[in-house]
């Protein structure tokens, strides 16, 4: 019987249009726990989510039924309504 191991270690990092500063600090713990929410309801392990005024890093374990792109379309259009 063969087994596989897969573990895709996955450092995304995007900005806010223009890279203008409209994240505030005020409501970046909330949007840092909603990024890791929507990794977790997709099966994605979130590692470490931070950033700053003007952009976002996640750092997510991808699993291997999930494309990279998909994963990206899912975290940016999620997380910018």
């Known amino acids: 019987m063969s ?21 505030s600090k005020d409501v970046q713990p909330e949007l840092w726990s909603y990024l890791a929410g929507i990794c977790r309801n997709q099966r994605m392990a979130p590692i470490a989510i931070n950033g700053m005024s003007d952009h976002t890093h996640i750092l997510f374990h991808l699993p291997p039924t999930i494309a990279l792109a998909k994963a990206i379309q899912l975290l940016k259009t999620n997380s910018s309504k």
Request: glycine residues 0%; aromatic residues 10%.
């Open 3 to 23: 087994h596989a191991f897969v573990k895709n270690h996955i450092h995304l990092v995007f900005s806010t249009k223009d890279r203008q500063p409209s994240i």
